[in-house]
């Protein structure tokens, strides 16, 4: 069986669980500049540059991916969020990008493994895609609204050659996550489906959309509809929210989107809303009775947490959902789904 047809045959059994931020852990770790360094010669501070572990610390990283399946998490996700040429770019870095990938694959894949072995639990390993620090659909000139500083086929080639570097360290899914220009995600899709077919095997999507106000839209002014209209007929295995606020703010959002996607859906907020520091305060049982309140009303099929999550949470969040009934996935709409900003609905 399939990777997703095994995540499906799961998750209509029960909720499963999603582990939480590798950066809130990261920070905690207060390393120095030489830390992120070690020994490596590049010519800029990497000090933030948390991808860059995978090779330089992968002790650090594998003991947090360590921490979230100790705490119940069954879909580890890589720490590769700015793992791409583009982001890469800001730390000079950008030749280490395959590396980067690789390495925090084979690290995510060997946690997987060994506990899976040791108590016979399926886990699945989900490559993860950032959004990248670039948008194909706004100009960053306001005097000139037709300039784009990249263009979809550079998009879909930096994603491309991370999800080489991902699929070769073993991961089961792709996770383009956090998503902010749905052309942007677009890009990754087709990265993802070329890569697909040269491979010859299946890598399949899970695609996360995050909100910018509370409105419900993206940066590129997508309702969660309309998002899902436009990403659609890549069949993810799942489609769903990520960051943006906490989970009570996002319930409403992801009511919109559970009643309408014929997949699964896979939520993960932040624990709240972050302080004038920009540390988040929310406790783990506080986070976890709002997801509860999700699991509840029949919205999630996974869930998990973003920025500020910690293992605390992640095992609250896995207690909460605990013997809960999982969302029934509903039957395709008949009709043509397209999209602009809004969705639109041609019934057959």
Not at 309 to 315: K, L, M, R, V
């Amino acid at each position: 069986m399939s990777n997703s047809a095994n995540l499906r045959a799961a998750a209509a059994k029960r909720v499963l669980i999603k582990d939480g931020a590798y950066g809130t852990l990261i920070q905690a770790h207060r390393l120095q500049s030489a830390d992120f360094c070690a020994g490596l010669d590049l010519i800029k501070d990497q000090r933030g540059n948390n991808d860059l572990l995978n090779i330089t610390q992968p002790e650090v990283v594998r003991s947090i991916c360590e921490s979230f399946a100790e705490a119940g998490a069954e879909i580890l996700a890589t720490n590769t969020f700015n793992a791409n040429a583009i982001s890469q770019a800001d730390y000079a870095a950008e030749t280490l990008v395959s590396r980067i990938n690789e390495a925090s694959a084979s690290i995510v894949r060997e946690v997987a493994d060994r506990y899976s072995a040791r108590d016979g639990k399926a886990r699945w390993i989900a490559g993860a895609l950032g959004p990248t620090n670039k948008t194909l659909s706004l100009s960053p000139n306001v005097n000139d609204p037709a300039y784009r500083e990249v263009d979809f086929d550079q998009v879909k080639a930096v994603y491309r050659e991370q999800i080489d570097a991902l699929a070769r360290g073993g991961v089961d899914f792709i996770l383009i996550e956090t998503i902010f220009d749905t052309l942007n995600a677009k890009a990754a899709i087709m990265a993802t489906l070329e890569a697909e077919q040269a491979l010859g095997r299946e890598l399949p999507l899970m695609i996360s959309m995050t909100l910018t106000d509370l409105s419900g839209r993206n940066l590129s002014g997508h309702t969660v509809e309309a998002f899902w209209a436009s990403v659609r007929h890549a069949k993810p295995v799942t489609i769903g929210l990520n960051c943006s606020f906490g989970a009570s703010q996002l319930r409403p959002h992801l009511a919109a989107l559970a009643s309408i996607a014929d997949t699964l859906v896979m939520a993960y907020p932040n624990a709240g809303l972050p302080n004038e520091l920009g540390e988040y305060d929310e406790a783990a049982a506080e986070t976890a009775a709002q997801v509860r309140d999700w699991v509840e009303g029949g919205l999630v099929n996974v869930v998990g947490g973003c920025c500020g999550t910690t293992p605390q949470h992640i095992a609250a969040i896995a207690g909460a959902a605990r013997d809960c009934t999982p969302r029934v996935v509903p039957a395709a709409r008949d009709g043509t789904l397209l999209a602009g900003l809004e969705p639109m609905l041609i019934a057959a």
